[in-house]
């Protein structure tokens, strides 16, 4: 389907959001593992790809050239628009709003601050990197729980997978991963629950990755 494209990806990351996308779409790809314990996103070959040496990176071929795409949400947006079945946002421009608006949240709102370098910098202030992240979580889950009342069905967004679902369940993953009680946040749980039995949210479980050992 369309040109032969790289997904350089990290099992350590909420970059899994983006595999799910992959498998909704059915778009083949062939997946390319960076270590991030080990430190490859700063090789020089690594930066080649993504001078930032953050992952995720996609590496597509446009107008008979390779270029990337970093950052998730930019990612998500040209899958979107490069192969727009099926549809991951909705049709008018208020309720696709309404969904990057629940991405943004969580992409910007939360994942930032419990990333390896952030985590790293509290440990060197003399913090505790995991009660850090759980209280990160926690608060900004509290905020999120709030907007999904107004917007939710079975999913994020009424009853449609949207983008935004794909970006709640990693960052669940990584809730559960910093002993965040999850019992306080029920639309979230629940919405989570059912999307863990769909197939391309199976595909792109951490577990279920090449780098996953």
Known sequence: MGSKIYLLFSN????????TALALKGVDYEYRAVN????????DEFKKVNPNSFVPTLVVNENNKQESIVE????????????????????D????????SICESIVSGIQPLQNLVILKKVEELGGNKNQFANSVISDRFRC???????TSGKYCFGDQITLADLCLVPQVYNAYRFSVDMSAFP????????LKEEEAFKKAHPDAQPDSA
């Open 12 to 19: 350590h990351t909420n970059s899994s959001l983006l595999i």
């Open 187 to 194: 639309i979230i749980s629940s919405i989570v629950e059912r």
């Open 72 to 91: 998730s949400m930019a990612i998500l947006e040209y899958l979107e628009e490069k192969y727009p079945q099926p549809n991951l946002l909705p049709k």
């Open 93 to 100: 421009a208020l309720n696709r709003a309404k969904v990057r």
């Open 36 to 43: 991030l314990l080990k430190g490859e996103q700063y090789s």
């Open 144 to 150: 999120l729980e709030t907007l999904l009342k107004q």
